[in-house]
């Protein structure tokens, strides 16, 4: 199917790559679809996995990388290393404002509660992305989100809607067994904190280790969300400052 043909919508894009394999995801996407798509990563801890499948199926697909300068200094030495051996098309995007700005400004939004953590993802998430998906004029936005992670994600189809743009997610069927193991036989290097208790990863301020009694979706922002404000379907999912 051509890309003059293929109509961008979730319900075309789920039946046309959920009996596919992963990397063919990717690949089908980047054919069908070219320069109307693109990829983000967080970097968190298996973040190498969509990287290493966009490297071989779509090398030159535009990889959006939020950067809310707030990661964990060993999330940006993690950074250095995946992009030396990994060929992707990286595109840094931050807030207008800088963490320093905005803590003059504003003070400490994270440790305000709900409605400032919400503020504080549109800030430094919502909006970025959304300007990184105007920039590169792109209408289908692939993410490595995967149903295992959380309850909130069991009930994804492979391709849906958000906003204007449909999210694909290529590895939303991996378990975590087959993330471990396509890590090892591509002798990928794992988050330096995923030896350290973290079974997810975030911002710094607002990410902890798994501990005894604690759930993975209780180890960012407190237990009070875990979803980082990019995944999640929302009226202000267009914010724009």
């Given at each position: 199917m051509s890309s003059a043909s293929t109509d961008i919508n979730a319900s075309t894009i789920n039946?046309?790559?959920?009996d596919l394999s992963a990397g063919d995801r990717v690949a089908w996407i980047h054919q069908n679809l070219g320069n109307k798509a693109v990829a983000s990563t967080s970097f968190g801890?298996?973040?190498?996995?969509?990287?290493?499948?966009?490297?071989?199926h779509a090398p030159d697909m535009p990889v959006i990388f939020v950067d809310t300068g707030y990661n964990f200094?060993?999330?940006?030495?993690?950074?250095?290393?995946?992009?030396d051996i990994l060929d992707v098309n990286l595109k840094y995007y931050s807030s207008r404002y800088?963490?320093?700005?905005q803590e003059a400004r504003w003070g400490k939004r994270w440790e305000k509660g709900s409605d400032e953590l919400l503020t504080y993802a549109k800030l430094n998430k919502i909006e970025p992305m959304n300007r990184a998906l105007?920039?590169?004029?792109?209408?289908?936005?692939?993410?490595?989100?995967?149903?295992?992670?959380?309850?909130?994600?069991?009930?994804?189809?492979?391709?849906?809607?958000?906003?204007?743009t449909v999210k694909a997610y290529p590895i939303l069927d991996w378990p975590d067994i087959q993330v471990e193991h396509f890590m090892n036989q591509h002798d990928l290097p794992a988050h330096p904190l995923s030896?350290?208790?973290?079974?997810?990863?975030?911002?710094?301020?607002?990410?902890r280790p798994l501990e005894n009694n604690v759930s993975a979706e209780e180890t960012r922002f407190g237990g009070e969300k875990y979803e980082c404000g990019l995944h999640i379907e929302s009226e202000d999912s267009d914010f724009q400052i």
């Open positions: 039946q046309e790559i959920s801890l298996q973040a190498a996995v969509m990287l290493k499948l966009i490297s071989e200094p060993e999330t940006y030495r993690y950074i250095d290393s995946l992009t800088t963490p320093a700005q105007k920039d590169h004029s792109a209408m289908v936005w692939l993410s490595g989100i995967r149903r295992s992670q959380s309850s909130s994600r069991v009930n994804r189809d492979f391709a849906e809607e958000q906003g204007s030896k350290k208790g973290y079974v997810t990863m975030g911002d710094w301020h607002s990410t």
